[in-house]
Every structure is written in C-alpha cells, then in structure tokens.
C-alpha cells in the first residue's frame, strides 16, 4: 500500500476506486464499502484508494483533539489488511476547511485523487460547512467522469440501527466491548510498545504484567477489567487487562492497559504488542490493601481462564 500524507503535493496517475471519510475503527459499515471497492477492482483493474484528513475536521474546528477508536498508525494498519493500494491522509488547514465542495470534487477527488470510480454512503459528507453529498456527487459524475456508488449502509439487526463509529464509542464508554466488537466486526484493539510500570506486578503481587501507554487521542474503553486476546511475536495468548490509571498504586498514573498475559513468562519490555479486549469482568476499583488487589487478579484470571474455556474459539 502506498501511504501519502501531511502533503497536498500529490497527483495520483492512474485511475483509481475513491472512498473518503474518517474510519475510525473499520467497522462493519466500512468494511461494506471495501468490499464494493474491492469487487469493482477485480472487475476493472482500476487501483484502490482511500481519502482521509490527518486530523478529523470536527476536532480541527473545535482547537482540541477528537479521541479515535483506531490512531492514524492502527487505521494504516488495517488498510493494510484490506490490500488497500492508496491511502491519502491529506492536511486539513483553514484553505481545506473553506473548499466549495464542488471544488473538493473536481481539484481533489477527481483531480489529485484520479477518481474513475466513486464509493460512498448516504450520509456523506465533505467540502465547507460539510455542503456536499452525495447527490452532488451525483449530478458531478458526468462532468468530471467517474461512476458513483451509493452504498446502504449497515445495520445492527438486533438495534435496528446503523452501525457506525458513534455507536461504537457509545458502547465503548459504557465497558460492553463484545457489542463493541460486534460493530467492529473484530475485537477492539490498543497496539504499542510494552514499557516499564512501577514493577509491582511481579514483584510484588506474582503476577507480572505488560503496560502499554496509549496515545492521549486513543479512545479507551469504561476504566475497568477485561478478559483479553494478546499476541506477542505472532502467537496469541489469554489475558487479563486492566484499562485505567491504577488507582490502588500511589501516584499519577496516565491512562493506560495493564495485561497480564497467562501462559506468558519471559521479558518482552520493548516488544511491541496488539491488546485485544474481549469481555468485560469489572469496574476499576481503589483496593485497601495490595494483598486484596492480588486476590482480585486472581480471581480475575479465573475469570478469564473460564471465558476461553467456554469460547474455545476465541
């Protein structure tokens, strides 16, 4: 996949199967639209690609940071997965923010973009004041050459409502990440490099853990507990991680994920690791002593051991 970003001094040449917007977790819904692209490629050889703001507009607008579900390297990543071949994560300025949309369509989608194909869904959106659609896209078709593709968009059955990167983090904030996961179409997941914590785990409680540092951007979960999937070095291990700021251990801890890995028993500090959460187990507690938090992880690998053993597939 080729990776453009931070630039608007591109020019793509050859045509390609634009989508734009955010994907912000690649969830079921985009996944629909990849899909579509990916089919229209075999039938046309035309090249993949995807639109995307280095920084979403919404947080642009705001001066503050918008958390994501998937940072700008974990939505590479998953691109990459996808056999994306373009991905376009173009700066988003005062000059963007007041572009007409017909002017986005013609300079940048079908112009920089090359755009013989387009993909998109209902609702989207782009240009100042976010104007355009997709029935201004429409009616831009013949004039700028490309063939539009509307795409429904996906729905949770159970709900009845569209899936999308709200809802997840709706679901998210309240901890209740299998549903989280059922959006996704996979299990959420905070990838980084393990780092040093305050050493406690091992030392102290027999239990050594992993710590990960998320980006402040990073979109966690409910603080609390979760039974999770880890894979260290291309094999998976059960887990339990605790999401938050470890409120029995004195000092200003950041947010982060604290995993304990079962069946895991060597130094991987430094390693860099993918975190897969799975289950909620319980909220983010403040223990009276250490010894109580140690009967607690034990209780709470019991809890996972249990999990795997009844999700044999997971």
Known sequence: MKYI???????????????????DGRH??????LRTMKALKEKTGWSTAIF????APAAWMKGEPETVITTSMERRRNMEKMDIDYLVEYPFDDQVRHMEPEEFVKD???GRMKAAAIVVGPDCS??????????????????????LYVIKKEQDEDRHRDISSTYIREEL?????????????????????????NHIGGAVLGFPTANL????????PRYGVYVSRVLVDGRYYGG???????????????PGAETFIIGLDRDIYGSTIEVQLLDFIRGEKKFDSLEELKQQISHDKETAVRFFREHPGE
């Open 52 to 55: 995307t703001f280095s920084i």
């Open 108 to 110: 940048i989608l079908a």
């Open 5 to 23: 970003a931070d630039t608007t001094k591109f020019q793509l040449t050859e045509p390609t199967i634009v989508t734009l917007g955010k994907f």
């Open 240 to 254: 339990v991680t605790n999401i938050g700021k470890k409120p029995t251990v004195e000092g200003d801890n950041p």
């Open 173 to 197: 904030d309240k901890g209740n990440v299998a549903k989280a996961n059922e959006l996704l179409g996979e299990p959420y997941a905070i990838h980084g490099q393990v780092v040093h914590g």
């Open 28 to 33: 079921r819904g985009h996944q629909k639209l």
């Open 126 to 147: 782009f240009g100042y004041k976010g104007a355009g659609n997709a029935e201004l896209l429409r009616k831009l078709a013949g004039v700028c050459g490309y063939s």
């Open 213 to 220: 540092i998320p980006p402040p951007i990073k979109r966690l």
